[in-house]
T-cell receptor, first 114, second 113 residues
Framework: ETGVTQTPRHLVMGMTNKKSLKCEQH?????MYWYKQSAKKPLELMFV???????ENNSVPSRFSPECPNSSHLFLHLHTLQPEDSALYLC?????????????FGPGTRLTVL | AQSVTQPDIHITVSEGASLELRCNYS??????LFWYVQSPGQGLQLLLK??????LVQGIKGFEAEFKRSQSSFNLRKPSVHWSDAAEYFC???????????FGAGTTVTVRA
């Protein structure tokens, strides 16, 4: 596969469930991002990892827990979510160290919290 | 911090007609500017970007954008729209040596036959 892949594409979960979103990039990039996209709102940056180290946590609630085991994989662990967390979660990657570089996005995971 | 405004929430255009999407940014220095497109159920695809040099930038799918520093704008244009251009379009701005991008709220484009 090429580019940025995300699994699952769709996820429905109850508020007491624990689930994880997975992102994998095949671009040789060193930085990975999680964004939240809600209807008619700008993309919200959640987390940034650069060379596997978390460099940004944009005041995200602790019910969202990221994990970056290597530069190619990024996870978002979810637990005790709220209905307002329903959204499209997008993963992106880029190759920093070259100024402001282009971010490449995955197709997203559509999350519904019941 | 940088920010982006996309004044038009929704635009409807006839197939074959021209399209222009507005983007205004706020940033004190030379910005890094991007346009992305998102089809329903998909992620964001890069259309074009401006870092420096020629202020008229050509992108994929026949799109172009022009950077106008005096107006703090980076409007996206296409001379003749196809039905497949129906999507949501996002403008984004970044700062030098800063990996973070600020996105606008998006403009939804509907193409009528």
């Amino acid at each position: 596969e090429t580019g940025v892949t995300q699994t699952p594409r769709h996820l429905v979960m109850g508020m007491t469930n624990k689930k994880s979103l997975k992102c994998e990039q095949h671009l040789g990039h060193n930085a990975m991002y999680w964004y939240k996209q809600s209807a008619k709102k700008p993309l919200e940056l959640m987390f940034v990892y650069n060379f596997k180290e978390q460099t940004e946590n944009n005041s995200v609630p602790s019910r969202f827990s990221p994990e970056c085991p290597n530069s190619s994989h990024l996870f978002l662990h979810l637990h005790t979510l709220q209905p307002e967390d329903s959204a499209l979660y997008l993963c992106a990657s880029s190759a920093p160290g070259q100024g402001t570089d282009t971010q490449y996005f995955g197709p997203g995971t559509r999350l519904t919290v019941l | 911090a940088q920010s982006v405004t996309q004044p038009d929430i929704h635009i409807t255009v006839s197939e074959g007609a021209s399209l222009e999407l507005r983007c205004n940014y706020s940033y004190g220095a030379t910005p890094y500017l991007f346009w992305y497109v998102q089809s329903p159920g998909q992620g964001l695809q890069l259309l074009l970007k401006y870092f420096s040099g020629d202020t008229l930038v050509q992108g994929i799918k026949g799109f172009e954008a022009e950077f106008k520093r005096s107006q703090s704008s980076f409007n996206l244009r296409k001379p003749s729209v196809h039905w497949s251009d129906a999507a949501e379009y996002f403008c984004a701005v970044g700062a030098d040596n800063d990996y973070k991008l600020s996105f606008g709220a998006g403009t939804t484009v509907t193409v009528r036959a």
